[in-house]
């Protein structure tokens, strides 16, 4: 069992910066984690995950653009946004899996509550 607490959210205008950070409870060891982003009327997708093997996935949209990060040892997830666009605009969502088993959102059973990304032109 793990709880994710996501924080770093905030408005920003177009082409800047922000750093997400979502802590972790309990250990990790094993699970996989992820960034997801929901928008309003739009499903949830996958914007960054590791794999088992510890290698980055990223939706097209954000590549060259955003960076997922763990410190194990501060039991943290990091995703460091750049170049940001109003179409990134969501709520954005730390998660975790256990097995590994990809980066769709149906396989992550823990979720954090949410942490609220405005980006305006």
């Known amino acids: 069992q793990v709880q994710l607490v996501e924080s770093g959210g905030g408005s920003v205008q177009a082409g800047g910066p922000l750093r997400l950070s979502c802590a972790v409870s309990?250990?990790?060891?094993?699970?996989?984690m992820g960034w997801f982003r929901q928008a309003p009327g739009k499903e949830r997708e996958e914007v960054a995950t590791?794999?088992?093997?510890?290698?980055?996935s990223y939706v097209d949209s954000v590549k060259g653009r955003f960076t997922i990060s763990q410190d194990n040892a501060k039991n943290s997830l990091y995703l460091q946004m750049t170049s940001l666009k109003p179409e990134d605009t969501a709520m954005y969502y730390c998660?975790?899996?256990?097995?590994?088993?990809?980066?769709?959102?149906?396989?992550?059973?823990?979720w954090g509550q949410g942490t609220q990304v405005t980006v305006s032109s």
């Open positions: 998660a975790a899996q256990r097995p590994c088993l990809g980066g769709s959102a149906k396989n992550f059973a823990y």
């Open positions: 309990g250990s990790t060891s094993g699970f996989c």
């Open positions: 590791f794999d088992r093997f510890s290698r980055t």
